[in-house]
């Protein structure tokens, strides 16, 4: 009895050991296909442990004996199976889940579902870009999306346009970031984006309403993924760069033969300030190799319980200006935490920090500029005199006194022959130092609630804090009559804002038989404040660095204070209803309903509503379609919307307060001995109380379609878009007594085609995909305020009309004279009397030129082979013209490019198709249409080669992947421009709001360029 008692007891040991026991997995798991499917959760059912498959497709794991696995991948159906030593697991496609999905506003949707006209680009598509502005990924990447830039410089901000210029104020797109509205994404780093969606017709957009009438961009940032166990990622990058190209200017033989042919220079003028020898490159002096790093450090993790990701991300830019005055610096922190707290209650944070310094040189600017400096002064000057006896007599006292700014070399040598605000490069960049400091934290708070079935009722409160001051230094130095200064001088400016959003709203969907029916109602409050402050002090006591502050002000220096603050509160209502039947027809209604405080609009005109409607249908879901086996789908799409846009609106613009009259005071004593003079106040403008917002109307109709296995995709769309309203300021009657009003008094309308195709493939293993779009548009002001013949945009010197806004144009049309040709005798410009009243004057000028395109395009190649993969990226334009604004009629002497010099009129040319050097009328010709250039260009924007190394490899040292790449960002660059760069223009800003106008788009007056830059690159993840 004892034996078989002892017997037993060992059984239960031996069984009960067994069962304790791990076994080890070796596994792989591949699609239907046989392809190795890489990052495929693996987890053991009931338990918190699991891993992810390595990018060969492969799992190693460790669980108890019996155990079941779950393998979950987006877009493959979820399996359980029992666990076994060796395991090859095929994952079924679930084409329900392989639908891509697409943020739209408040909610989600299947690709397949989406009725109005949006475009995606994913973090497969931001990856190891070099761009430091989140507004550049979508450069070329989507059609009907155009990223403007007024400097390709370090930290430069850049704006973007969905389908043209919508507005004379401001056509900005409205920012969502992870559901809060943001004013700019500078403070996001692009390696923490995971999805940017663009909204771009009405109907997509309506859901935003009063503040959508530009496009919408929604952007969500990186979540935790992956597995309990966790992944760290890091990203590095470090950059060369350099000038893509550079404009060809004259030499110094060149230069003397236009000058003395012109008469602006002599002979005996000319030997007395030059050696005979120096012919100088200014190019050397104003550039050199910038370096630039890039780091971003990632924390990511998943289970049943939520999601957590964290990344700590710095960026460091210098550009290729000298003497590092041209830099710009970034520390981000982003940490994403979701938490399933009960099954009905899911609690999301989402925070972000961002610090940044920028410091910049001046750039499109006529009055002194590095860029502009580069092109314009003489090769006859040196770059530097490099000691006293090499100093003009005119100049040793300012080297004597510390005017005459230098470095090791010597002092930085100035033009005799050119005298203008355009200086040596090195006294431009070493004259002062400008720099700007942001501080912003951001932050989301949300809670999903599913109080029963099909219905998720959402709470969420954002903040955003900015800080904001900009720091500009002039140092006291002389290089000549109109380019000195006297003292050292300070000027500093605070911003302060404050923005807080608090939005609920309710998601419902109940799917029955054959109808699908989504319901989504909510509300949103905000309010924002800002306050900002300017001072200046117009001398200080020296010129060290460390008293280059107020503390530090002469006593008799001149000192300016100004300041401002404001307030402002948007209540809104809205609503969404979606319904589809047997995945064939889909319909979509929305309705927003927004409302502003006085500080925007008057009480009777404060509310606005914005409806839209869209429908789509699905061909190929028809059962006569299923025969047709080459076409995987076919979806047709139309949709009519109504959006508004505020850019233009700032405090109490409608509204007539009151002002002091300081020369209007009067005596109200009978005594006429004694006087007490009261001032008087009076309304400074006419009311307008029932001045709005602008309202654009639009029109899409679009295709969707994916052909052969959905290897090849299609997209098309038209879209018709009529803006009304826009605010300009008309003349009133004289017998008010007041010279303007504020109206909505002007109408513009863009329409166009856009195109996106796309191919996907693989030949053994070799993988490779194609994409490309192109977008056209048609821009015409279709109605301007009966009082206002045009109104003027942006200007070059003493002249405002360069750019134009004028009924029956293109918005923002270059305006000057006509050149028929070059007089065949005289050798000057003959401009065409567009009158014939023989005079050739102002009312003689008419369009020039347009900085708009007639279209843009991009492209992207794909392919990879084993471990190797290759990228290319382009994007481009074609009919934009650029307005070369860099010769003043008052400085003549400057250097040319060559393209002025080579076909001139001369004695021996006189079919020369520019004027003779000195021709008459310089002043009118620099306003024609001999300074517009065709502004079409190509630019390759990626070249980036990458091998992945093997993962038996790198397990051994536990890393899952390792990938290191090399990257020719913005190398190659092809337009017949003669400028620096097509793609960077004028940016001209409103004065009130800070909004761009897109005025000056086309215009260049010395832009810092984009600049090419040679990445080296390393992605590991632990």
């Known amino acids: 009895m004892k034996n078989r008692l002892f017997l037993w007891v060992l059984l239960c040991f031996i069984s009960f050991s067994a069962f304790g026991q791990n076994i080890q997995i070796n596994g792989m798991v591949r699609s239907e296909s046989g392809e190795e499917l890489p990052g495929v959760t693996v987890r053991v059912k009931d338990t918190g442990t699991g891993t992810v498959t390595s990018p060969d497709g492969r799992f190693t794991l460790s669980v108890p004996a019996n155990s079941t696995l779950i393998f979950s991948f987006i877009g493959y159906k979820t399996i359980e199976l029992a666990a076994s030593v060796n395991m090859t697991i095929t994952l079924e496609e679930d084409s329900q889940q392989l639908e891509e999905i697409v943020v739209v506003g408040y909610g989600v949707q299947l690709k397949s579902n989406v009725t109005g006209a949006i475009s995606k680009i994913d973090a497969g598509d931001i990856r190891n870009r070099s761009i430091v502005d989140a507004n550049m990924a979508l450069q070329g990447k989507t059609a009907g999306v155009q990223v403007l830039s007024s400097a390709g410089g370090p930290g430069a901000q850049t704006d973007i346009r969905i389908r043209g210029i919508s507005s004379n104020s401001g056509s900005s797109p409205l920012y969502i970031v992870d559901g809060m509205q943001v004013r700019s994404i500078n403070f996001i780093d692009p390696n923490n984006i995971e999805s940017m969606e663009v909204l771009k017709d009405a109907a997509s957009a309506a859901i935003y309403g009063a503040q959508a009438g530009n496009g919408v961009v929604l952007i969500t940032t990186k979540k935790g993924s992956g597995s309990i166990q966790g992944t760290i990622s890091y990203d590095g990058q470090y950059i060369l760069n350099n000038l893509t190209r550079l404009p060809k200017v004259l030499n110094a033989r060149d230069y003397q033969t236009y000058m003395l042919e012109s008469g602006y220079l002599t002979q005996a003028g000319i030997d007395q300030y030059w050696d005979g020898v120096t012919d100088t490159k200014w190019s050397d002096a104003a550039f050199e190799t910038g370096l630039s790093y890039r780091h971003n450090l990632s924390f990511s993790q998943a289970g049943e319980q939520g999601t957590f ?106 033009s005799q022959f050119y005298i203008a605000e355009n200086l040596n490069p090195l006294t431009l960049v ?302 009133p009657p004289l017998f008010t007594g007041y010279s303007s009003l504020w109206v909505n008094g002007g109408d513009i309308n863009n329409n166009g085609f856009e195109f996106e195709l796309g191919w996907n493939d693989k030949a053994g293993d070799f993988r490779y995909g194609i994409k490309a779009n192109l977008a056209t548009l048609n821009n015409k002001v279709t109605y301007l305020d009966p009082t206002i013949t045009r109104i003027n945009g942006t200007g070059f010197f003493l002249t405002g009309d360069y750019t134009v806004f004028e009924k029956g144009y293109p918005i923002w049309f270059m305006r000057g004279y006509v050149v028929e040709g070059i007089d065949s005798n005289t050798g000057d410009p003959i401009f065409k009397d567009m009158n014939d009243d023989g005079l050739i004057n102002e009312i003689d000028k008419t369009q020039i030129g347009s900085g708009l395109a007639d279209f843009t395009y991009g492209m992207t190649l794909t392919g990879s082979y084993k471990n190797f993969d290759i990228s290319i990226l382009g994007n481009g334009s074609q009919g934009n013209d650029m307005y070369m604004c860099l010769y003043r009629p008052d400085r003549i002497t400057g250097n040319r490019l060559q393209v002025f010099f080579d076909d001139r009129w001369t004695a021996s040319n006189k079919n020369g198709s520019r004027p003779r050097a000195g021709s008459d009328n310089f002043d009118k010709y620099i306003q024609s249409s001999g300074m517009i250039f065709d502004g079409s260009f190509f630019k390759i924007s990626q070249i980036q080669l990458g091998y992945t190394a093997p993962r038996n490899l790198t397990g051994k040292i536990k890393v899952s992947n390792l990938r290191v790449y090399i990257s020719l960002d913005d190398y190659f660059l092809f337009t017949g421009y003669p400028g620096f760069d097509p793609g960077v223009s004028v940016n001209t800003r409103t004065t009130n709001t800070d909004e761009v106008t897109g005025s000056g788009v086309g215009m260049d007056k010395g832009a810092y360029p984009t600049y090419k830059k040679t990445t080296f690159g390393i992605n590991v993840t632990f």
Do not use: C
């Open 309 to 414: 990701y964290a990344s700590l991300s710095y960026t460091k830019q210098d550009g290729p200006v000298v003497s590092n005055q041209d830099t710009f610096e970034r520390w981000t922190f982003l940490t994403n935490v979701e938490r399933n707290i009960k099954k009905w209650l899911k609690l999301g944070l989402n925070f972000t920090y961002n610090r940044s310094e920028i410091k910049s040189v001046t750039s499109n600017y006529e009055y002194g500029n590095v860029l502009g400096s580069a092109l314009l002064i003489d090769p006859l000057t040196p770059i530097y005199w490099p000691t006293m006896n090499d100093v003009p007599d005119a100049y040793k006292e300012y080297a004597g006194n510390g005017l005459l700014l230098g470095n090791n070399k010597g002092y930085f040598a100035q």
């Open 430 to 731: 070493n004259r002062g130092d400008s720099r700007g400091y942001n501080n912003s934290t951001t932050g989301t708070l949300f809670a999903d609630f599913k109080p029963v079935k099909d219905l998720v009722i959402t709470s969420r409160l954002s903040i955003q804090s900015s800080n904001r001051m900009g720091k500009i230094y002039n140092a006291p130095y002389y290089a000549n009559s109109v380019g000195s200064n006297a003292y050292p001088t300070l000027s500093r400016s605070g911003n302060e804002s404050f923005y807080y959003q608090w939005e609920n709203f309710a998601n419902y969907r109940k799917v029955f038989e054959k109808h699908d029916v989504t319901a989504m109602a909510g509300m949103s409050f905000s309010q924002t404040h800002t306050e900002s402050l300017s001072t200046a002090a117009v001398r200080l006591l020296n010129d060290d660095p460390l008293y280059r502050d107020f503390t530090w002000q002469h006593p008799d220096a001149t000192k300016t204070i100004s300041g401002s603050y404001s307030d402002a509160a948007q209540l809104s209502y809205f609503g969404r209803l979606n319904y589809s039947y047997n995945n064939r027809y889909m319909f979509q209604a929305t309705l927003r309903a927004d409302a502003f405080d006085s500080s925007k609009l008057s009480r009777q005109a404060r509310w606005g509503y914005f409806p839209a409607v869209s429908a789509g249908w699905t061909i190929s879901n028809e059962d006569f379609m299923k025969d047709i086996t080459s076409i995987s789908s076919l979806k047709l799409r139309a949709s009519w919307g109504k959006n508004g846009s505020i850019r233009a609106l700032y405090n109490y613009q409608y509204s007539s307060s009151m002002a002091t009259a300081a020369d209007r005071q009067y005596d109200f004593t009978s005594d006429p001995s004694i006087f007490a003079y009261v001032t008087g106040y009076y309304p400074d403008k006419l009311s307008n109380l029932g001045l709005k917002w602008e309202t654009s109307t639009q029109l899409n109709f679009g295709v969707d379609s994916r052909f052969l296995n959905n290897r090849l995709t299609f997209t098309a769309d038209w879209f018709d878009k009529q803006t009304e309203g826009l605010l300009v300021s008309s003349t």
